[in-house]
């Protein structure tokens, strides 16, 4: 079978369609016509870097969380659970796409090469910006509910009228398809075929309002009324996201235009760190979707084919130990910056009314003690 045979289109991705699975919970690989050449290439070698990037990040993910308790980080906001669609999306990327995030998805941006403390400098209030974006063409992550839509979209006009095959790719939540941004951004999409990929990570709640309050129906199925063929797929499965990702960026690539992605997974964590999901969620509903668990039905694979050895296993966790060892020291050396530099960078070209209010916040500093503001 050709991979043109199996490209996204309408007709395979019309609303209503299944949940496509490609590894089981109990790891059981299943087979589906239309996605199994997309990964003919992931053999049990190249499942097994997957299942290391997966308790990597989980593990930065974990580190990241410890040092917001203990004071380092303002806030973080946890990916626990959702290591599959991140990694195997991300994975299934060109170095010269441009991803435009929200502000969970430090799998992608780990997978585009940011480094360890550049994941977190914004967390701890030191930066106004982890990475340049150009440098890994990753733009900053997107606080403001569903705007990378529209910024991905912009991007991906961009790449059409330079006539290169790269795509903007826009990750978001089930909770940005509520926002008009989403709406406008995939309109504009549809009306000139952009190459560009809308990815949603449905991870069942919009911070403590459950998906079903904003969503009656699949998210995956309000895409076709846009005029964009989507897909519903498991998202702790990351051979399947890694397939359809691929599809759509295939299909992206050869002027088919944009492709809507709703990967179904959950949010384990909270929210945030300031958020208590206790008070919003059934344990039961927790302990059910733990059972779904991206990671354990990998391992449950490799381990079935013999490829998770006492020693892969030393050294995968001996590497996550020592990345978290690494971007925990690196945080924790990290020098606030002198606070007149907020004004920095925030337009082109010199402006009176900021320099005005630099002026009154330099006045304002020098009435503390030392006369910076520290």
């Not at 030191?126 to 150009?134: A, D, H, I």
Request: aromatic share 8%; hydrophobic share 40%.
């Amino acid at each position: 079978m050709r991979l043109d045979d199996v490209r996204l289109n309408d007709v395979r991705l019309a609303a209503g369609a299944d949940t496509v699975q490609l590894l089981t919970e109990n790891g059981d690989r299943l087979s589906d016509v239309r996605f199994d050449a997309w990964i003919s290439d992931i053999g049990p070698e190249q499942l097994l870097g997957l299942y290391e990037d997966m308790l990597v990040i989980r593990r930065i993910d974990a580190e990241a969380t410890a040092l917001q308790r203990q004071g380092e980080l303002g806030l973080w906001p946890p990916l626990l659970g959702q290591e599959a669609s991140q990694i195997g999306s991300g994975r299934a990327l060109r170095s010269d796409d441009f991803v435009f995030s929200s502000y969970r998805e430090h799998g992608v941006a780990y997978c585009r090469g940011a480094g360890l403390v550049d994941l977190l400098r914004v967390w701890r209030g030191t930066t106004q910006s982890g990475w340049n974006p150009y440098d890994i063409n990753m733009a900053t992550p997107q606080v403001i509910i569903g705007a990378q839509t529209l910024h991905a979209t912009g991007y991906a006009l961009g790449i059409q009228a330079d006539g290169s095959d790269a795509v903007a790719v826009a990750y978001f939540g089930d909770g940005a398809t509520s926002e008009g941004d989403v709406t406008e951004a995939m309109i504009f999409a549809a009306t000139y075929a952009a190459p560009v990929i809308f990815f949603c990570q449905n991870n069942q709640y919009a911070i403590s309002e459950p998906v079903g309050l904003q969503a009656q129906r699949p998210i995956a199925e309000r895409a076709p009324g846009f005029g964009i063929p989507s897909v519903r797929v498991d998202g702790n499965d990351v051979l399947a996201v890694m397939a359809v990702m691929r599809s759509a960026l295939d299909r992206a690539r050869s002027g088919g235009g944009p492709t809507f992605i709703e990967a179904v997974t959950y949010r384990v964590g909270p929210h945030t760190t300031a958020d208590d999901p206790s008070r919003y969620r059934d344990p039961a509903e927790v302990e059910a979707w733990r059972g779904k668990d991206p990671v354990s039905r990998v391992e449950a694979h490799l381990g079935a084919l013999g490829m998770l050895t006492q020693e892969r296993l030393t050294r995968i966790q001996e590497k996550a130990d020592r990345v978290a060892a690494e971007m925990r020291t690196g945080i924790v050396a990290l020098q606030d910056p002198d606070p007149l530099t907020v004004f920095d960078n925030v337009y082109a070209e010199p402006h009176t009314g900021l320099a005005r209010q630099r002026d009154h916040y330099s006045r304002y500093l020098r009435t503390f003690v030392g006369g910076d503001g520290r």
